[in-house]
């Protein structure tokens, strides 16, 4: 077997290569659901690709280059080695992949909502005039969002002066360190830790006791000179900005959102997978 017979082994194998890499690519951002995991984002495509390209490549020429030193040595034997080399690979690496992967948490083969409420402090006029559209998520980490929500002010209910929101948003991550996330007006974040286990049965389908964040982030307006937290990490709701100067009492900010932000959740099961299946009543609680 000639070199040329080598690097026409490799470059067939590494085509082959990148057309696997290709589609380990998107079950990546399938499994993982990390931002930097696009299947539509030409760059990670095409860094993909050509890893792809050039790993299946050198295996393709060192596959030939061995088979050269025995007595039967020839092309088609030495595609024949670089090709079983490349499959075992793969096989390893998509294996590994998927055992290590965040896989959507199922019940009965059917996948969960999870069931919220979040409930706002007696409502004032400077939350009226700041506006109600919170943004919610679910978060495996600070940098991988697995499930979004965008809240208007339509969907809360006014209950004796005060918002209620209730809303289902799709559990798709097993992750032990999901954390629930709701932003206020764009510029408040409200964190909480969700006591949620990977794999979820169906005494998990109770709501729970009211909770508050286990963190608070404030940006722009929120982050001002003596915008006070109280000891329960919530914010006083006066923004930076306003015409209105405070001093004496005026600095103890509007009281009713000194306990924003209280919240609940449960488990549901989503019918969409069988929706000939009978719904049980202790399920929809």
Avoid at 224 to 253: E, I, M, N
Wanted: net charge neutral.
């Amino acid at each position: 077997m000639t070199w040329l017979h080598s690097v026409a082994t490799g470059l067939i194998t590494a085509i082959f290569g990148a057309i696997a890499m290709l589609f380990l690519a998107d079950r990546w951002s399938e499994w993982y659901r990390d931002g930097s995991y696009s299947g539509k984002n030409d760059i990670y495509v095409s860094l993909i690709a050509f890893l792809g390209f050039a790993a299946a490549f050198l295996i393709g020429l060192s596959c030939s280059r061995y088979v050269v030193t025995e007595d039967d040595a020839h092309f088609t034997r030495g595609l024949g080695s670089a090709f079983v080399c490349l499959a075992g690979l793969m096989i390893r690496l998509t294996a590994s992949s998927y055992l290590l992967a965040d896989k959507t948490p199922k019940v009965d083969g059917r996948t969960l909502d999870l069931d919220v409420e979040i409930r706002t402090p007696p409502v004032t006029p400077l939350l009226e005039q700041t506006g109600l559209t919170p943004e919610v998520s679910i978060q495996k980490n600070p940098h991988s969002v697995s499930s979004s929500l965008l809240l208007s002010r339509e969907a809360a209910q006014r209950t004796n002066g005060t918002y209620l929101l209730v809303f289902k948003i799709p559990l798709e991550s097993s992750s032990s360190t999901r954390i629930f996330n709701v932003y206020w007006f764009g510029n408040l974040g409200l964190f909480y830790r969700l006591s949620l286990p990977a794999q979820p049965s169906r005494d998990d389908f109770e709501w729970t006791d009211w909770l508050t964040p286990s963190e608070v982030v404030r940006h722009g307006d929120w982050d001002a000179d003596g915008v006070d937290t109280v000891s329960t990490a919530l914010p006083g709701c006066l923004p930076r900005g306003s015409d209105t100067p405070l001093s004496g009492p005026q600095q103890v900010r509007d009281l009713s959102c000194r306990r924003f932000g209280l919240m609940r959740y449960r488990w549901k099961m989503h019918p969409g997978l069988h929706p000939d299946r009978p719904r049980r009543s202790n399920l929809d609680g």
